[in-house]
C-alpha cells in the first residue's frame, strides 16, 4: 500500500513537472516566434527575423535572409537572455494563460 501511495505522488509531480516544463517551453517558442521580448527599443524591426525568413524563403526565394546581427558570433548573451525575461509576468503580456487544474482530474493507472 505505501509502495502504491510513493508511485502515486512520484507520478503526480512528474505530471505536474512535465507541465510546467512544456509551458516554459511553449512560452519561450512565443516569445521568440513573435520576437516581442528581444529588442523592444527597435520598434519597427520587432518581427524582422521571422520576416527575414520568411521573405528570403517564400517571397524572394534567394534563401539569403539579411540576420540582424549577421552571425552567430556577435549574438550576445543579454540578446539571447531576453527571449527567458519575465515569460510568466501578466502586465507585460506573458504569451500564455493556462487554466488551473485540480489534481483530482490527475488520475494515475499503477
Not at 512528474?14 to 516544463?21: G, K, Q, Y
Not at 519561450?28 to 524563403?57: K, M
Request: one cysteine or more; charged letters at 25%; hydrophobic letters at 40%.
Amino acid at each position: 500500500m505505501i509502495q502504491g501511495m510513493v508511485n502515486r505522488d512520484f507520478y503526480e509531480v512528474f505530471l505536474l513537472l512535465l507541465a510546467a516544463c512544456l509551458y516554459y517551453f511553449i512560452a519561450v517558442v512565443v516569445s521568440i516566434a513573435t520576437y516581442s521580448r528581444t529588442l523592444p527599443e527597435r520598434h519597427n524591426d520587432r518581427y524582422d527575423h521571422n520576416f527575414q525568413g520568411c521573405r528570403a524563403f517564400l517571397f524572394d526565394k534567394d534563401k539569403k535572409p539579411k540576420w540582424n546581427p549577421p552571425s552567430l558570433e556577435q549574438v550576445t548573451e543579454a540578446m539571447v537572455n531576453r527571449f527567458f525575461e519575465d515569460i510568466d509576468d501578466p502586465d507585460l503580456g506573458g504569451p500564455l494563460k493556462v487554466p488551473h487544474r485540480p489534481h483530482d482530474l490527475i488520475t494515475a493507472k499503477l
